[in-house]
T-cell receptor
C-alpha cells in the first residue's frame, strides 16, 4: 500500500520556465513533509520541507505548497535551471506529540525532472 | 565537515554469500537510519539505531538481515545468504536527533548491491 504517491514518473521543462512536481498522500497521520533531490550515483539531498500547520514554504527558487484537505503537496521551481535535472522524492513523517520522535520517513517513488537548455 | 560515508559503493555477491555494508555518520551525529531502494521504487525505511542500540527495526526483513552501531566504528548492515531479491541500493542517513522537523536526515551516497 503506497502511502505517498508521485504519479508522474518524469517531467520535462524548458530552462527558465516553472517546474511543478506533485505528491499525494493517504495517511492522515502524516504531519511533516519533505522534498529531497537525488542525482545519479549520489544520495538524496534535503531540499525543502513544510509542516502541516502551514500551507506554503518558500526558499529561493523553491516553494512547497500543502493542501491538507486534498492530501496533496507540490514543489514549484521557478525559474528552472539545467542543474535542477534530477530525481525528486516527496517524503512524509507522522505526527508526534512534544517529546516524541518522527524519524520514520515514507518516500514516494520519485519524479525525474529534466530541464532542457 | 565530511558527510555521511558509505562503503563499498558497489558490492557484487553470489547467492548464498554474505553482504556487509558500512556507514559512518556525519561528525556529531548519533542517530543512524538505513533505507533500501528497490528498482523503480522509493526509499523504504529499514532500521533506526543509536550507539550500541537498535531503536526501531520495524522495516527490516525478519530473517537474514541484521544491523549494528557499535560504540566505536561505523554502523554495519549485514545480509546473510543473499538472494537475487536483495539486489538494491542501500542508503544510510544520520541526524542530530530523531525529529525530522528540527534536524535533517543527511544521506550517504549509497551502496549498490548486486546479487548474481
Amino acid at each position: 500500500d503506497q502511502q505517498v504517491k508521485q504519479n508522474s514518473p518524469s517531467l520535462s521543462v524548458q530552462e527558465g520556465r516553472i517546474s511543478i512536481l506533485n505528491c499525494d498522500y493517504t495517511n492522515s497521520m502524516f504531519d511533516y513533509f519533505l522534498w529531497y533531490k537525488k542525482y545519479p550515483a549520489e544520495g538524496p539531498t534535503f531540499l525543502i520541507s513544510i509542516s502541516s500547520i502551514k500551507d506554503k514554504n518558500e526558499d529561493g527558487r523553491f516553494t512547497v505548497f500543502l493542501n491538507k484537505s486534498a492530501k496533496h503537496l507540490s514543489l514549484h521551481i521557478v525559474p528552472s535551471q539545467p542543474g535542477d535535472s534530477a530525481v525528486y522524492f516527496c517524503a512524509a513523517s507522522p505526527f508526534v506529540n512534544s517529546g516524541g520522535s518522527n524519524y520514520k520517513l515514507t518516500f514516494g517513488k520519485g519524479t525525474l525532472l529534466t530541464v532542457n537548455p | 565537515n565530511a558527510g555521511v560515508m558509505q562503503n563499498p559503493r558497489h558490492l557484487v555477491r553470489r547467492r548464498g554469500q554474505e553482504a556487509r555494508l558500512r556507514c559512518s555518520p556525519m561528525k556529531g551525529h548519533s542517530h543512524v537510519y538505513w533505507y533500501r531502494q528497490l528498482p523503480e521504487e522509493g526509499l523504504k525505511f529499514m532500521v533506526y539505531l543509536q550507539k550500541e542500540n537498535i531503536i526501531d527495526e520495524s522495516g527490516m526483513p525478519k530473517e537474514r538481515f541484521s544491523a549494528e552501531f557499535p560504540k566505536e566504528g561505523p554502523s554495519i548492515l549485514r545480509i546473510q545468504q543473499v538472494v537475487r531479491g536483495d539486489s538494491a541500493a542501500y542508503f544510510c542517513a544520520s541526524s542530530l536527533s530523531d525529529r525530522v522537523n528540527t534536524d535533517t536526515q543527511y544521506f550517504g551516497p549509497g551502496t549498490r548491491l548486486t546479487v548474481l
